[in-house]
């Protein structure tokens, strides 16, 4: 049988990428200020994403503990972009509140939007959280060269899309926006 585009490029891809992992929670910045690692916040989202990649083979290279504020937020990613990762990954700041401003402040500076991301991300949580997978806000897009994923933050929101979606997707994603 004859192997589809995508199973080719994901067989030519490369297979471990430097990961940026950015959590997004006033209580918790409050709380623990500027950790070095999720274990040092008690992040269990960015353990959790954090455990996922090692265990896949890549490397977490940049980790930040930030509040829910726009400049925290694009200072933040910037500050990854800048840096020699290849994925961002956002957790938290997604929700309906007032407060949660993630998507709101990331999104416009997305180059490209990457639409099946939240789309397929919400499918995939229909099993697990029925209609309530009606408030869930996951984006994804690229900027500078580099995919940037905008999580939920709850510990299983995050193995999720990892485990499913980001990890089995990472190289031909990647191969994409650097072409």
Same mark, same amino acid.
């Given at each position: 049988?004859?192997?589809?585009?995508?199973? /080719?490029?994901?067989?030519?891809?490369?297979?471990?990428?430097?990961?940026?992992? &950015?959590?997004?929670? @006033?209580?918790? *910045? =409050? !709380?623990?200020?500027?950790?070095?690692?999720?274990?040092?916040?008690?992040?269990?989202?960015?353990?959790?994403?954090?455990?996922?990649?090692?265990?896949?083979?890549?490397?977490?290279?940049?980790?930040?503990?930030?509040?829910?504020?726009?400049?925290?937020?694009?200072?933040?990613?910037?500050?990854?972009?800048?840096?020699?990762?290849?994925?961002? /990954?956002?957790?938290?700041?997604?929700?309906?509140?007032?407060?949660?401003?993630? &998507?709101?402040?990331? @999104?416009?500076? *997305? =180059? !490209?939007?990457?639409?099946?991301?939240?789309?397929?991300?919400?499918?995939?949580?229909?099993?697990?959280?029925?209609?309530?997978?009606?408030?869930?806000?996951?984006?994804?897009?690229?900027?500078?060269?580099?995919?940037?994923?905008?999580?939920?933050?709850?510990?299983?929101?995050?193995?999720?899309?990892?485990?499913?979606?980001?990890?089995?997707?990472?190289?031909?994603?990647?191969?994409?926006?650097?072409?």
């Amino acid at each position: 049988m004859k192997e589809s585009t995508p199973e /080719i490029h994901k067989k030519e891809a490369k297979k471990s990428f430097f990961f940026a992992l &950015i959590t997004i929670s @006033t209580s918790r *910045f =409050e !709380k623990y200020g500027n950790p070095a690692s999720p274990e040092d916040a008690e992040d269990l989202s960015g353990q959790a994403m954090k455990d996922l990649l090692e265990a896949a083979g890549h490397k977490v290279s940049f980790y930040r503990l930030i509040s829910d504020e726009k400049t925290s937020i694009t200072d933040a990613v910037f500050a990854a972009l800048d840096s020699s990762i290849d994925i961002i /990954i956002t957790s938290g700041g997604t929700g309906l509140a007032p407060k949660d401003i993630t &998507i709101e402040s990331i @999104t416009p500076i *997305f =180059e !490209k939007e990457i639409p099946g991301f939240g789309e397929f991300f919400r499918y995939k949580s229909l099993e697990d959280i029925g209609t309530s997978v009606i408030l869930t806000r996951a984006v994804a897009g690229v900027i500078k060269g580099k995919a940037v994923f905008c999580l939920p933050g709850s510990p299983n929101a995050v193995k999720l899309a990892l485990s499913e979606i980001i990890i089995p997707e990472a190289g031909h994603i990647v191969r994409h926006v650097r072409e």
